[in-house]
């Protein structure tokens, strides 16, 4: 999702972002959010964005942003990332690096737009894995997935700022 990004995308940069970055780079956080991406059709972008919430404080208002971005993933970042994917093999590298770059701008722009709906929404005094575990809970239960203790467990250390 994020390898080789960061110079790329210095022009809009917010702290929801740079929160990304950082946990995406920790040990096996790659690996195990790719997994619920590829295994069960989760929104790595939320998952991080329910993270950052959590680390700030704040409330989510998964109404106002789970639409949005289903429809931005369906109909942008899916079909740009399968491209990427098919590209991958047929040894025209800079064609690849190029999809590349798009599939990562058109997630930093989710992320730019999730961080932009939640400036205004209000502060809880949850602790952050309590906050974590409440945001996922609720996202699963709208995608149809089952929750699952350890995996919520693995997600919240993944996630911990």
Known sequence: ??????????SQENPFWLYSLKQYKSPNCAQFLLGAQDQLD??????LFFGWLSSEGKTLE????????????SQVVK?????????????????YQATKQLELRSEQHQQDWLYQQS????????S????????VRE???????EEKEEWLQALSEYLQP
């Open 119 to 126: 400036l205004h929404w209000p502060q809880q005094t949850r």
């Open 139 to 145: 996202y699963l239960q709208q995608e149809g997935i």
């Open 128 to 135: 952050f894995k309590d906050a974590l575990s409440q945001m």
């Open 1 to 10: 999702m994020f390898q080789g990004a960061h110079d790329a995308t210095k």
């Open 79 to 95: 079909p740009i990332r399968q491209l990427r994917r098919r590209i991958k093999y047929l040894n025209h590298d800079s064609f």
């Open 62 to 73: 998964l109404s106002k942003v789970l639409t949005h971005s289903q429809i931005w993933q």
């Open 42 to 47: 989760l929104d790595i972008n939320l998952l």
